[in-house]
Structure formats: C-alpha cells, structure tokens
C-alpha cells in the first residue's frame, strides 16, 4: 500500500444499550443479593457485563477479543503445565511472590512474572500487593481434578481450528490469524522443550517453531506481503482513539523541546527511528506545524519507498537502526513501538547506534512504549506482552527494567510520562 492517511473512524450510531437502566438494575440486583435473594446472583452478572460491553470503545472491545482472551487461554494452559493454581494452595494457600512460584515450579522467574501479570489482569489470580499473588475461586476450582481438563481438549482442538484460515478484524484492517495462532498454539510445546525459560531469542524462539521458520518476524513478513499490508495498516490506526503523547496534557513538547532549540537552519527537532510510514511523524507535524526544525522519518528501503505522499516538510530517510545513527545533533530520537520488538541485548545496541549522534545536555531520546507498573497492570498492556512473546521472544517492559535497560548504556530517566493505565507511556531520557 502506499500513502499514510488515517482512515476516519467507524461513524458513531446510537448505542443500543441502555445504561442509565443497567445501573438501576447493577443497584437493584446487588441490594437484593446482598439480602440473600441466591437468584439476583445471575441476574447482577448479566448486567455487569452488559456494562462493560456498553462503555467500551470499538477499539477496545476488538483488543480484548483480538489480545487479551487468547493470551489468557496460553497463560491459562501454561500455568497448568507448571501447577501453578495448586502451588497457590500450599502453605494454607499464603500469598507468594513471582520467584517464590518459579523455585516451586522450576520455570524462569522472568516467565512466571508474566504469567502471574496476565492472569492477575484478566481476573484469574488475586494481586495481593507488588509481586504478591493470591489464589481465587476459579484459580482454586483449576486446581481440583476434573475442573481444568477442558483446556487442554479445547485449547488444543479449537485454536488449531481457528489457525486455519481465520481472521480478525482490529482497527479498520484485518490481521490474519495465522500469523499468531501458530505460535500460541505450540507456545506451551516450546516452554516445556526449553524447560520454561524466558524466551530471548529472536531468531530461534516461539515465532520460528510455531512456523517452521529460521527467520525473524519481519523477515518472515517480508516473505508474506500480505500479511506486511495489515501490519502496517494496523500500525496505522492503533492508536485511533487512544491518548498521543503529542498533546499538550500529555506531554510539554513546546516547554521541553521548542525552548532552547538550535536556531541553525539546518537544525532537527524530531528524528523518528523505525517510523514506518510516517503515522506519528505526520501527526506531530499536523499538531504542531508552528515548531521549527527538521523532521526526519527513517526506516528500511522496502518501507521508506511507500513513504510518497507524506507531509512535503518530512524528509524520509533509509536507515537501519542497527547501523550508527546519521543524523547528528538532533533535538530529540524518537522510537514508538520499536523496542519492544527486541531482547535487551539487541535493544542495547539499538540505544548505542543513537548515543553517539547525541549532544549531551541538549539531545533527548523519547521512547513511546508500554511501562507495565508493579501493581495493578492493565489487561491491554499483559496480553500484548504475550504477543511480543510469541512474535519477537521479546517483551512489555515495567518500569524497573526500562530504567536498568536505559542505565546500562549510559542513559538517565528524565521522568516517565503516563496518562491513563493501558496506554503507552512517553519516556524521556537524556545522557548521564
């Protein structure tokens, strides 16, 4: 495809779902449960989900179907394999940590973590506090006998259905299953092969055996065009809907960026590294055309050759982020959505391609990611860690692991902005 043009959203129509009704009935249902009436039990379920179902948004409804739900049956089926729900009822079923689960199961504490994180999110575990996980009745239910040998008959028949063929309609473009069931499918065949580890290897992890493949996800993509068409026609309308850290209650970019810029001609304001066809590049120029500076959009020769019909102030430059960063002396190095895609090793030499081109005191290196917080993570920012699992052997970072990430090479957190729980946050670093 060619062209970056946000497509307009679906129109609004009238929601069909009365909710001023649903609250009298949450109200109602609840009291007489609460009297004892066992049959407003059922009735106060019906109503809560119809709640939720009426307040979220199109694009959060195809992330919970497209996202969430599949990860949790993996992380449900994963969690079986290492025993985990009875573990949790060990020791008079006392709250235990992510390493505590790992030493008692033998997986990877770095596995376990994400494990614990989505099923907490999704409702299946108990978050006691930080790293303290707590059983609940389905979470003991699956660890009587009997109660959980559905999943592995479903799990195994129904998904290896659904890889053939099927797609997913996500953000106004369909993404084909068949590029993740694969390797969802197999993910707890791969664990156990490698004896639970944390998988870490791009070119040699769940993607590669799920497909039958030596090549890395966008090689694998380069091959399958079509399947490239929707990634970035996915790429395109994420974030429809969803905060921009361009604005101005998310992030000062005229206070932080604008004041003190170089004045020269010649000076650049934003380079955007693996920007793809341009969709954050061409909004920041559309809200804040005022700015001075060059704006840069890089990324492959297979990619910057769709980049015609950007914005004529963008210049689009070819560059592999892997190879020392050209542009020198840049207000700000922008990445959205690129590191996730790699281990920390290869993020490490990502960052050390940037620093160089740096100037120290003036440079920042912004990094548009998800930042998944001690407690309480959200279920839309657990289940696209599973899916950089699977496709990368990469993962959604917390807040720890960015900050020893950007440490160990030479990198300071300025500060961390967040505007609302399962939306990328804006990271902001500058060099030591």
Excluded at 260 to 284: P, R
Excluded at 291 to 317: C, F
Aim: proline share 8%.
């Amino acid at each position: 495809m060619s062209g970056t043009s946000i497509p307009s959203p679906a129109p609004e129509l009238p929601s069909p779902f009365d909710i001023p009704g649903l609250l009298e009935d949450i109200t109602s249902n609840g009291k007489a449960l609460a009297g004892g009436d066992a049959s407003a039990r059922k009735k106060l379920l019906t109503a809560a989900r119809t709640l939720g179902f009426a307040l979220e948004s199109p694009v959060e409804a195809i992330l919970r179907i497209a996202w969430s739900e599949p990860a949790l049956n993996v992380a449900t089926r994963i969690a079986m394999d290492l025993d985990v729900f009875s573990k949790l009822l060990e020791d008079g079923s006392s709250p235990k940590s992510s390493s505590q689960l790992a030493a008692m199961t033998g997986a990877d504490p770095a596995l376990m973590g994400r494990i614990l994180k989505h099923l907490t999110a999704m409702g299946v575990l108990h978050e006691v506090d930080a790293d303290s996980y707590g059983t609940t009745p389905l979470a003991t239910a699956l660890a009587v006998p009997k109660y959980p040998d559905g999943f592995p008959f479903w799990f195994v028949h129904n998904l290896r259905c659904l890889s053939y063929g099927g797609r997913v309609l996500i953000g106004g473009t369909f993404i084909s299953i068949d590029t993740a069931w694969p390797p969802f499918t197999k993910l707890h065949e791969y664990l156990a092969k490698t004896g639970y580890k944390n998988p870490a290897n791009p070119m040699d992890g769940p993607f590669q055996y799920g497909h039958n493949t030596p090549l890395h996800f966008f090689g694998w993509m380069t091959e399958h065009p079509k399947v490239l068409d929707t990634f970035n026609n996915h790429m395109t309308v994420y974030r429809q809907g969803r905060p921009s850290w361009m604005d101005p209650d998310f992030y000062p970019v005229e206070d932080l960026l604008a004041k003190g810029m170089n004045t020269d001609k010649d000076a650049v304001l934003l380079v955007d590294i693996g920007g793809g066809l341009g969709h954050d590049i061409e909004e920041f120029q559309r809200k804040l055309p005022q700015l001075p500076g060059r704006l840069i959009l890089q990324d492959q020769a297979q990619v910057i050759k769709e980049t015609s019909n950007v914005h004529k102030s963008i210049e689009p430059m070819v560059t592999d982020f892997f190879t020392p960063q050209p542009i020198k002396g840049a207000r700000a190095y922008y990445m959205h959505s690129v590191l996730h895609d790699w281990p920390d090793d290869r993020c490490r030499d990502i960052l050390l391609n940037i620093i160089p081109s740096m100037t120290k005191g003036y440079s920042k290196i912004l990094i548009n990611e998800n930042v998944i917080p001690d407690k309480d993570a959200h279920w839309m920012s657990t289940a696209l860690d599973w899916f950089m699992m699977v496709f990368f052997s990469s993962c959604e970072r917390t807040e720890k692991s960015w900050r020893e990430l950007l440490t160990s090479v030479g990198l300071k957190v300025v500060k961390i902005w967040t505007y609302e729980p399962g939306t990328e946050s804006l990271i902001e670093a500058e060099l030591v």
